[in-house]
Antibody, heavy 119, light 113 residues
Framework: QVRLKESGPRLVQPSQTLSVTCTVS????????VSWVRQPPGKGLEWVGA???????DYNSALKSRLSISRDTSKNQVFLKMNSLQTDDTGTYYC?????????????WGQGASVTVSS | DIVMTQSPSSLAVSAGETVTINCKSS????????????LAWYQQKPGQSPKLLIY???TRQSGVPDRFIGSGSGTDFTLTISSVQAEDLAIYYC?????????FGAGTKLELK
């Protein structure tokens, strides 16, 4: 059974760094692409970036300068790091698995990690 | 970046009605190499993660009821829900995967009349 679970701090201070971990089971991160998608409270979805199954990454250009996505294949985990956080980075951060045959379609999502940026 | 514009932003319906949600992209999502439209639809119920409904603009994901119908090509797409049920009340998003950054529409909230 495919499962993804995000974990990370619920509260981050402005200007600090957010670190969220996505732990997956039921599939290997070396066989499927994994994306991060975020959602501000009461708003829509924004693609943050992805780590492709080969290990390369692609980032939303609006966030690229602050963003890093990496993985630990031995633990089947994907990591999101975003620095210089501001209040408008508040929201739920989801990791999502891609369809093997379709690089941009996300067919399984985690429950999300709710993050508040506040002092 | 490809801009996705959804309409309406919200829709009040009665159970049993048929509803249509529109999605327009700022550039064509039809790839000439395979004649496929790189457009997906997701459903997000309150407090839940998004769920994939449709990809290739019209292919239902496994397990999705056949009352969900995707159509359209190029820059104009539609999600039709026939005979809406109470469990369909949610926010629906279109998403293009023609190019990164992948982008979503702002969402259409389906509410009970």
């Amino acid at each position: 059974q495919v499962r993804l679970k995000e974990s990370g701090p619920r509260l981050v201070q402005p200007s600090q760094t957010l670190s969220v971990t996505c732990t997956v089971s039921g599939f290997s991160v070396t066989s499927y692409h994994v994306s991060w998608v975020r959602q501000p409270p009461g708003k829509g979805l924004e693609w943050v970036g992805a780590i492709w199954k080969g290990g390369s990454t692609d980032y939303n250009s609006a966030l690229k300068s602050r963003l890093s996505i990496s993985r630990d294949t031995s633990k089947n985990q994907v990591f999101l790091k975003m620095n210089s956080l501001q209040t408008d980075d508040t929201g739920t951060y989801y990791c999502a698995k891609h369809f093997k045959q379709l690089s941009g379609v996300m067919d399984a999502w985690g429950q999300g990690a709710s993050v508040t940026v506040s002092s | 970046d490809i801009v996705m514009t959804q309409s309406p932003s919200s829709l009040a319906v009665s159970a049993g009605e048929t509803v249509t949600i529109n999605c327009k992209s700022s550039q064509s999502l039809l790839y000439s190499g395979n004649q496929k439209n790189y457009l997906a639809w997701y459903q997000q119920k309150p407090g839940q993660s998004p769920k994939l409904l449709i990809y290739w603009a019209s292919t239902r994901q496994s397990g999705v009821p056949d009352r969900f119908i995707g159509s359209g090509s190029g820059t104009d797409f539609t999600l039709t829900i026939s005979s809406v049920q109470a469990e369909d009340l949610a926010i629906y998003y279109c998403q293009q995967y023609y190019d990164t950054p992948y982008t979503f529409g702002a969402g259409t909230k389906l509410e009970l009349k």
